[in-house]
T-cell receptor, first 112, second 119 residues
Framework: GENVEQHPSTLSVQEGDSAVIKCTYS??????FPWYKQELGKRPQLIID?????GEKKDQRIAVTLNKTAKHFSLHITETQPEDSAVYFC???????????FGSGTRLSIRP | GAVVSQHPSWVICKSGTSVKIECRSL??????MFWYRQFPKQSLMLMAT?????????EQGVEKDKFLINHASLTLSTLTVTSAHPEDSSFYIC???????????????FGPGTRLTVT
């Protein structure tokens, strides 16, 4: 089955700097890669996603890149703000009703 | 976006008792729902996939006789933790995918979670 690895487990950046979180997946059939932000005690919130027919997607300060050959995908947050502090999870899945497998998570802290 | 609700939001029970958690899709039909368990400072671990009208598919290592899943309708799935023990204390989250007519939708919507504490 699918296995998703995520790095780093913790990340601390100065406010205004960029943050990058990287993930790898094992199943070459996976074609949908969402990223979630989870605040303490709350449900995961989808922040951006990418399908395998696209190499890059951007939404304001957030961007995701996908390298299907290497089975890598990354989340980039620019101009970080205090409210970006949270745990971020990458995930991989097949489109449709298939299950989504999560990475281990990255705790992002933004230093003022 | 689609809304998924979960009830209760938190529950405390005594060791040996059973607890039922409900997951509902409020504004869409979910033929498939998923149940996750999340321990403190850990990731979401998929427990099982729940399909309307059929038996749930459990992930490796999840005891199907302990975690009973019933997907009674297109909008309701329930998870029953039977004979709960303190090690079952966790945050349980359900989710559902909004399955478009042509399968073009793929976003997964999460419930708010249920915090179970077994004393």
């Amino acid at each position: 089955g699918e296995n998703v690895e995520q790095h780093p487990s913790t990340l601390s950046v100065q406010e205004g700097d960029s943050a990058v979180i990287k993930c790898t997946y094992s199943d070459s059939a996976s074609n949908y890669f969402p990223w979630y932000k989870q605040e303490l005690g709350k449900r995961p919130q989808l922040i951006i996603d990418i399908r395998s027919n696209v190499g890059e997607k951007k939404d304001q300060r957030i961007a995701v890149t996908l390298n299907k050959t290497a089975k890598h995908f990354s989340l980039h947050i620019t101009e970080t703000q205090p409210e970006d502090s949270a745990v971020y999870f990458c995930a991989a899945s097949l489109m449709g009703a298939s299950k989504i497998i999560f990475g281990s998570g990255t705790r992002l802290s933004i230093r003022p | 976006g689609a809304v998924v609700s979960q009830h209760p939001s938190w529950v405390i029970c005594k060791s040996g008792t059973s607890v039922k958690i409900e997951c509902r899709s409020l504004d869409f039909q979910a033929t498939t729902m998923f149940w996750y368990r999340q321990f403190p400072k850990q990731s979401l671990m998929l427990m099982a996939t729940s399909s309307e009208g059929s038996k749930a598919t459990y992930e490796q290592g999840v005891e199907k006789d302990k975690f009973l899943i019933n997907h009674a309708s297109l909008t309701l799935s329930t998870l029953t933790v039977t004979s709960a023990h303190p090690e079952d204390s966790s945050f349980y989250i359900c989710s559902a995918r909004d399955w478009g007519l042509a399968g073009e939708k793929y976003e997964q919507y999460f419930g708010p979670g249920t915090r179970l504490t077994v004393t």
